[in-house]
């Protein structure tokens, strides 16, 4: 006998018959799913009404304020712990979420009256990612447990954050045999169709009434089992297709809602290609919270376009072309299109790139305030690297040029100033010669697309 059970992020309902936006739902067999809420519900079950609800609250994350202190999650001891944990031995639940959850405006990092970080409230996305990502921890499913890292903000006027993560520079997977930006999906390599049903934490689903939504409809979201940080995961779409590792519209799309969905402004979404330090050639985006500010957040820009549709980042060490969002809908279905046009013009010319979303500042100078009111996608186009190279402090991928540096050894976390990591981003840059002709080819190719556009709209529309 099965039995229909739904799972609510916020709130656990049991049993519920009618079908809702906001819930997991999960096939079970009745014995199994009563072993599993008997073992992490409080209270009594028999004294359980069908429709009867438990409120549930949220919980925080660790902000470090001191350069020396460390960077972490706390343990979860509240009502998204205990919600998270009915999931374990049911199988893979869906996460679905609609349009009104995606919010843009309104996010931002809080600040005490001493000037400090506070801890942000958090979604129902982020309370179902970091208790379920949490539970695998405890569970022995990563490669190394993530203890407390240390971080460091380096004197300086980037701000970069630096974090000693020993444990992710010797365990690691090793990086494949990747020749090429535009190398074949290899199903002899790894590929994450062979990982342990237990790293998998959710589907991540739109809403069926979800409007104007690009196709894609399975996304994986699974532990990176090598982490940067807490919370890292990476999101895989239609794994069972065997795509490579080149930039889709569907998967973008789905990265940049993840951010959206989030209220933390520290949780960012990324991108490497390969030849950009991807070290598996299965196509994937990672995700993970950083509780501090960095620098591409309100780094000043200049357009590069007269309708501002791509911008060229300034101020810091590694230049990189900004795409920038407001809002949802058919604004984040263009901008994502327009993201991939580039991508696909760097992958089609060989050219190495690394891709990172995050919560900013409008385009243009510095803000005056915290307050972010939009998304920020920034593109790096880099030399290609194929492999990781030893010796070095950090590698430069996606996070590295957004100023987070994951450090490999405590030697050089303790001599690392801004000089020395600034050089080692450098080394990773095009030449400024082929940049400025980049530059120039890409601001040709979205105008060229831009009017192919309103060509093609002109046609449809006078057939």
């Not at 600034?422 to 400024?432: A, D, E, K, T």
């Amino acid at each position: 006998m099965s039995l229909n059970f739904r799972f609510f992020f916020g709130k656990i309902r049991t049993p519920v018959l009618a079908t809702s936006w906001d819930c997991y739902e999960v096939q079970a067999n009745m014995h199994v799913l009563f072993e599993n809420l008997i073992h992490h519900l409080h209270g009594d079950l028999e004294e359980t009404l069908p429709g009867r609800t438990w409120d549930l609250y949220h919980y925080h994350m660790a902000v470090p304020q001191n350069i020396n202190e460390t960077s972490h999650l706390p343990p979860l001891s509240n009502g998204c712990d205990e919600q998270s944990r009915l999931s374990v031995g049911l199988g893979v639940l869906d996460f679905v979420y609609r349009q009104e959850e995606l919010r843009v405006k309104g996010i931002q990092w809080q600040t005490s009256e001493s000037g400090e970080l506070c801890p942000p409230l958090l979604s129902r996305f982020d309370c179902a990612l970091q208790s379920s990502w949490k539970q695998r921890m405890e569970q022995g499913l990563f490669r190394y447990c993530l203890g407390d890292l240390q971080t460091q903000i380096l004197p300086g006027p980037l701000g970069f954050v630096a974090q000693l993560n020993v444990e992710r520079g010797v365990q690691r997977r090793p990086p494949q045999n990747i020749q090429s930006v535009r190398q074949a999906f290899d199903p002899q390599q790894f590929h994450f169709n062979k990982i342990q049903p237990g790293e998998i934490l959710f589907h991540l689903c739109r809403d069926p009434g979800f409007p104007m939504a690009l196709q894609c409809t399975e996304v994986l979201v699974i532990i990176n089992v090598s982490p940067l940080e807490w919370g890292h995961v990476l999101f895989v779409p239609e794994p069972t297709q065997g795509l490579p590792q080149i930039l889709m519209p569907g998967p973008l799309q789905f990265g940049i809602e993840a951010v959206m969905l989030s209220t933390h402004p520290g949780f960012r979404v990324g991108f490497n290609s390969l030849g950009g330090l991807a070290s598996v050639n299965h196509l994937h985006l990672h995700g993970y919270y950083l509780a501090h500010k960095l620098p591409v957040e309100i780094a000043p820009s200049q357009p590069l376009d007269p309708s501002g549709h791509i911008h060229l980042l300034e101020g810091l060490p590694a230049p990189g072309f900004l795409f920038y969002i407001d809002e949802p809908g058919p604004k984040l279905e263009a901008l994502v299109g327009r993201v991939c046009q580039v991508t696909n013009y760097l992958a089609d010319q060989e050219i190495a790139h690394n891709l990172f979303v995050t919560r900013g500042a409008p385009p243009g100078n510095p803000p005056s305030s915290l307050t972010y009111s939009g998304i920020r996608v920034i593109l790096w186009a880099r030399k290609s690297r194929f492999g990781v190279k030893e010796g070095e402090a950090f590698n430069v991928a996606l996070c590295e040029l957004a100023g987070h540096l994951p450090v490999k050894t405590s030697q050089d976390f303790h001599s690392l100033t801004e000089t020395s990591a600034v050089n080692l981003i450098q080394q990773s840059l095009l030449p400024p010669s082929q940049f400025l002709q980049l530059q120039e080819a890409l601001v040709s190719l979205l105008k060229y697309c831009r009017i192919y556009k309103k060509y093609g709209d002109y046609c449809q529309q006078n057939q």
